[in-house]
């Protein structure tokens, strides 16, 4: 049997021991931005919806019931402005890097198939793609693909690491080409309810699909929006046959998401209002941090979107973060999300209030 080690890289966060040592030797304990997990709480409308649905004592199904389906349907169709949106085209998932994960295997692609994400780019588009024995390439422009058809092409905004929105000319202009070549376009769209300086605007919108989902995929979290990352609920949504095909594939695998967590899912997509209190505190933060980040020599680039910033001193990311290390702050090395973050780290504005407040204190000094 192969080793882990011979087909997959390093763990990223693993290589961060050292300065996570480091910073918490800090008088005043450590400031971890280095990865976006929620820390506030779980809104109340999840959780009276798992509660109700606790005695849970048969299977789930892969699909869920048609109120859930209905319930994920309608939120897309209102967050993302597509025209028409119906139960089958909608499948949920135990996360979205999950999904991201085993995405290309679950579509049968293989050796010899292309898959293309952004240059910088979460890492588990490249981890799933190589774990279906795929070739990859990391392109932010379909000319820089060159003359080789991928069969899947990632897209990602807003984008992490860097925040990056991508407007709606451009979205259109990436799906028109990929139409044209009969190449899957999949949208990872988990921050579109976190845009702060741009419109974010979803794949399935009208403006860039014309109204027409052939081909087209996006996928959405409660992770960010409804702090549920602890129930891994995600979803994806869009072209009918595709979903059609990942939903006959994951009932003979068993993917199903628990019932209590779909209907705390459900519950959470029809309330609008924790959304908007949770925007409320991540802005405060963002705005707090970006200004002592700037103040402390830092240049933001991007970050128009999502939960991070993208920061750089103009030097290797891993100085970087030593310096901030040494403050008892650490961050994400922007080397982490390809070559093109040597330079940049990433970090994220989910912290608390009082450690996001500290972090302002130590770069202010």
Known sequence: MARVSARFPDFPWDTLAGAKARAAEHSGGIVDLSIGTPVDPVPEVAREALLAAVDAHGYPTVAGP???????????????????????????????????????????????????????????????????????????????????????????????????????????????????????????????????DAPAVSVLHPDVSGGDLTGLVALHSSSKRSNLAGYRAAFLSGDAAVVAELLAVRKHLGFMVPTPVQRALAATLGDDAHVAEQRERYARRRGLLRAALEGAGFTIDHSEGALYLWATRGEPCRDTIAWLAERGILAAPGEFYGPAGAQHVRVAFTATDERIDAAVERLSA
Request: proline fraction near 5%; charge should be negative; aromatic fraction near 8%.
């Open 66 to 196: 048609d109120g859930v389906r209905d319930a994920i349907a309608s939120w897309v169709a209102r967050a993302t402005g597509a025209a028409s949106i119906e139960r089958d085209q909608v499948l949920m998932s135990i996360g979205s890097k999950e999904l991201i994960a085993n995405l290309p295997t679950q579509l049968g692609l293989g050796a010899g198939d292309l898959v293309v994400f952004p240059e910088l780019a979460y890492p588990t588009y490249e981890v799933g793609a190589r774990y279906a024995g795929c070739d990859v390439l990391a392109a932010d422009s379909t000319v820089a693909i060159g003359p080789r058809t991928p069969k899947l092409l990632y897209l990602n905004s807003p984008g992490n690491p860097s925040g990056r929105i991508l407007g709606a000319d451009h979205l259109r202009k990436v799906v028109d080409w990929a139409r044209e070549r009969g190449v899957l376009v999949v949208s990872d769209e988990c921050y579109l309810d976190f845009a702060w």
